[in-house]
């Protein structure tokens, strides 16, 4: 069976839950073959996670300068594989980085890019969804390779044992005049709460939350519920929160089981990041808010009484 | 330093944006059509090079059908000098890749080009690489998600901030920067501004202008093909209920009737 190569998402010696998702993925086009690219050793702690999720084989891709270059080290390792095995696709995390990476693969490789997939078959036809959800998209490429960058939470993580065999990939050495040379990185640390684009429940905030000490009721409320914390453009315009939790059209796009609106109007461009959660929940004084027509259930009232008085009942139940 | 500022005109993101049925591209006449404000981020970071000295030319660079003239007009009356209008019906339906090549071989058309201005992200297509596909298609570095940019003795810095996290990066001219939606608050043109920019010379371009053939852009010259889409079935509203001092119990009730807790 064919090689599908995807590329491992890590920080800190810890895999992200996207590869799973997209080893998941890619077992349905072929035998999955994790992709590391990283600092010497890296590898070694991510093996068993990988193998565990269907690896049949982990590529090794390490070097002192995975981390000091911006995407080059990633496409120069892709690159070499797709020139070995020919592989039907190649599954990239679609973040900021993954990308950046994804793009530059396909024009290295002339391969078609299949950007943002939330679902894909066994014969490579890819499902997007775009405009906020208002759409989905079937398309394919019409190329040897299909370069493919995954939404993160758009499937099941199946567990699945693969033989994880590694095999060593030399990394090309970074031409400097054509690299983005990296420094004094900062991962972003997330604290004790799920990943925003994770997570099976989302409570969000927007400027009715009116500062950003108020936004404690926001997080009550979500930790009762094991929930990530959101917000809209006007909280993180506002200084309320910052800009790493913005939900929307140029925040993040989230798909929950359970999305919480708290003093959010539900702008369209705010909408677009979280309309295809399974369930919405909104609580707004005005009644006339756009929220509302999205809203499974809403309160018209004031968040500052509703929030506090939800969070307890939460807490009882699951005490 | 000869900069060229990537514009796109999108549609606006407060009307209703859909795709149409024959070729299955961006309905781009349903809909009203504005320049992107992330662009507008992008045209103002080249006129702070601009002011800060050194005698910098920018010139405004887009690939759109005809109404892509207001952006342009747009980004002149801003304070950009010159404007590249590459409008030809073969570029419709073309993907991120195609769309690229297209504008790496109209930056050739601008001279030595030292630096490349894009948005980070467009809010119509989302590919969110053009910058990265750029960089790899001219073989130049591409920094990425600037939220700070500054350029000297043939380098570029940037402070770049995504999802992932933050950190400093540096390459070295010719480079493409992309920029995010905080790196600055763009001006609004001024009425001197909107009147000289009705002098500024605009260059309307084909693909044959470019050396490009039709086979390789638009949906023929696009590696990715488009097979269905389909509408959201919409959502309607639900429950909609007045606080009444138990607005909170109302929810959880309601989160257990839906096995939510
Ligand atoms: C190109 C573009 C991109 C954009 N991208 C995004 C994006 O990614 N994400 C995003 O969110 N927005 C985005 N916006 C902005 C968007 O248009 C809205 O301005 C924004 O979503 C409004 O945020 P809000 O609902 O928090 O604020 P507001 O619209 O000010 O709404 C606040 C709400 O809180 C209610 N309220 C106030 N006090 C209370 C109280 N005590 N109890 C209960 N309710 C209360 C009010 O009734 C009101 O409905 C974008 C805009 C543009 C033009
Ligand atoms: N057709 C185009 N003409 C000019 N610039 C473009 C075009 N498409 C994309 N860009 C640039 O690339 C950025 C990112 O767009 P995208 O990759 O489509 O998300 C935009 O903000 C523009 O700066």
């Not at chain 1, 070995?84 to 530059?104: Q, Y």
């Not at chain 2, 770049?160 to 920029?179: I, K, Q, Y």
């Not at chain 2, 001006?187 to 010379?201: E, H, L, N, T, V």
Request: charged share 25%; glycine share 10%; net charge negative.
């Amino acid at each position: 069976m064919a090689e599908v190569l995807v590329l491992v998402d890590h920080v800190d010696g810890e895999i992200k839950k996207n590869t799973y998702e997209m080893l998941t993925a890619a077992r349905r086009i072929g035998e999955p073959s994790a992709v590391v690219v990283g600092t010497p050793g890296t590898a070694a702690k991510l093996a068993e996670g990988l193998a565990a999720h269907g690896a049949e084989k982990i590529y090794v891709a390490e070097s002192d300068d995975a981390v000091n270059y911006l995407s080059t080290p990633q496409v120069d390792a892709l690159a070499t594989l797709v020139e070995r095995v020919s592989p039907p696709a190649v599954l990239i995390p679609a973040g900021a980085d993954g990308r950046e990476v994804a793009g530059r693969l396909a024009v290295r490789t002339n391969s078609g890019w299949l950007n943002d997939l939330i679902d894909v078959d066994g014969e490579r036809a890819g499902t997007h969804s775009i405009f906020g959800g208002a759409f989905t998209v079937q398309s394919h490429v019409t190329t040897d390779t299909a370069v493919i960058s995954w939404r993160s939470g758009s499937i099941e993580v199946e567990e699945n044992a693969g033989a994880g065999t590694q095999e060593t990939v030399d990394l090309p050495a970074i031409d400097g005049a054509r690299a983005a040379k990296v420094s004094n990185r900062a991962p972003i640390v997330g604290g004790d709460r799920p990943e925003l684009t994770e997570a099976t429940v989302v409570v969000a905030g927007g400027r009715g939350v009116g500062s950003a000490d108020n936004f404690d009721v926001v997080e009550g409320l979500a930790d009762s519920l094991h929930a990530a914390v959101g917000a809209s453009r006007a909280a993180v315009d506002s200084g309320y929160y910052p800009n790493q939790f913005q939900v929307g059209q140029t925040g993040k796009t989230v798909s929950p089981q359970l999305y919480i609106a708290l003093g959010i109007s539900g702008a369209i461009q705010h909408r677009a990041g979280m309309q295809t959660s399974k369930t919405i929940v909104a609580v707004n004084k005005d009644p006339e808010a756009p929220i509302f027509e999205i809203a499974d259930f809403g309160i018209v009232g004031d968040l500052f009484s509703v929030t506090p008085q939800l969070t307890e009942e939460v807490g009882k139940r699951s005490s | 330093m000869n900069i060229v500022v990537l514009i796109k005109q999108v549609p606006d993101t407060w009307s209703e944006r859909t795709l149409s049925d024959g070729d299955k591209t961006l309905d781009r006449a349903s809909s009203d059509a504005v320049l992107d404000e992330i662009n507008e981020r992008a045209v103002e970071e080249a006129l702070k090079i601009k002011e800060a000295g050194g005698d910098a030319e920018v010139t405004i660079l887009t690939a759109g059908p005809d109404r892509a003239t207001d952006a342009i007009r747009k980004a002149l009356s801003m304070g950009a000098d010159k404007a590249v209008h590459v409008n030809d019906e073969a570029i419709h339906g073309s993907d991120a890749v195609a769309t690229a090549k297209v504008l790496a071989k109209a930056i050739g058309t601008v001279g030595d080009v030292d630096l490349v201005l894009a948005g980070n992200e467009a809010t119509d297509g989302r590919s969110g690489a053009m910058a990265g596909v750029l960089g790899e298609l001219l073989g130049w570095p591409s920094l990425t998600h600037a939220n700070e940019l500054s350029v000297s003795d043939g380098t570029a810095t940037v402070k770049r901030e995504t999802d992932e996290g933050t950190c400093d990066v540096t390459a070295s001219l010719p480079a493409v920067v992309s920029v995010g939606e905080k790196i600055n608050e763009p001006r609004y043109p001024s009425f001197k501004g909107i009147m000289a920019a009705k002098k500024k010379p605009v260059s309307k371009i084909g693909i044959s202008d470019l050396g490009l053939d039709a086979s390789e852009v638009g949906l023929a010259g696009s590696l990715v093909q488009v097979d269905s889409f389909a509408p959201r079935p919409p959502k309607s509203g639900g429950q909609k209920v007045e606080d009444e001092g138990d607005g909170g119990a109302k929810i959880a009730e309601f989160l257990v009737g839906q096995k939510l807790i």
